[in-house]
Structures are given as C-alpha cells and as structure tokens.
Nanobody, 121 residues
Framework: QVQLVESGGGLVQPGGSLRLSCAASGSIFSINTMAWYRQAPGKQRELVAS???????TYADSVKGRFTISRDNAKNTVYLQMNSLKCEDTAVYYCNARLIMFGAVRFNDHWGQGTQVTVSS
C-alpha cells in the first residue's frame, strides 16, 4: 500500500507564508508527477502546482510568482512554499502523486488526506 501524509497547514494572516510538505511511503517503485491541488468550499478541486521527477514545474496562474513547488526524490517528498498569501488561497490542500508500485504494470494516482489552509485577518 501507499500513504501520502501532508503537514504544514494552518491559519495565517494575509501576506504571510506557509510551507506544506507531503511524504509518500509504502511499496513505491517510482514516482512520476507530484502535485498540489486545492478545494475551497463550494468550488471544484483545482490544480495549484505540479512537478515532474526531473524538476519541471507548472503553476496555476493565480499562484504564479507567489508559490514554489519542489521535491526531494530521495525522500519521496514534495513541498509547497506559499508566500504573499491571500484570503482567496483559503482551501483544503491535497497532495497527489502519480506513481507505480513494485509489481504493478501502470502508474496510478494517489492522494493525501488534505490539510486546511486558512488565510484571514
């Protein structure tokens, strides 16, 4: 089995910073893409940022220049540094990993349980 465990969420004032972490563990052979999604109340889940195993990144337009995604392949961990936070960044943030397990024949998506980020004064 595979587990994705997120940490780092919380309450922060507008303009503040938070750093999210997500560690994948279990019978993992290889991880392709790691990503962060978020879902605000009453809205659909949306992609925030993603990073390939080689380091290429993509960002949602709403977070470009404020958020930075990175990963440590040796630790199967992905990070999201969030700066200049805005009230509209408030959401539950979910970690995603597209990986292949030992003995498997294809990549599958795995999700973390989510961590709440609240930006409020």
């Amino acid at each position: 089995q595979v587990q994705l465990v997120e940490s780092g969420g919380g309450l922060v004032q507008p303009g503040g910073s938070l750093r999210l972490s997500c560690a994948a563990s279990g019978s993992i052979f290889s991880i392709n893409t790691m990503a962060w999604y978020r879902q605000a109340p009453g809205k659909q889940r949306e992609l925030v940022a993603s990073i390939l195993s080689g380091g290429s990144t993509t960002y949602a337009d709403s977070v470009k220049g404020r958020f930075t995604i990175s990963r440590d392949n040796a630790k199967n961990t992905v990070y999201l540094q969030m700066n200049s936070l805005k009230c509209e960044d408030t959401a539950v943030y979910y970690c995603n990993a597209r990986l292949i397990m030992f003995g498997a024949v294809r990549f599958n998506d795995h999700w973390g349980q989510g961590t709440q980020v609240t930006v409020s004064s």
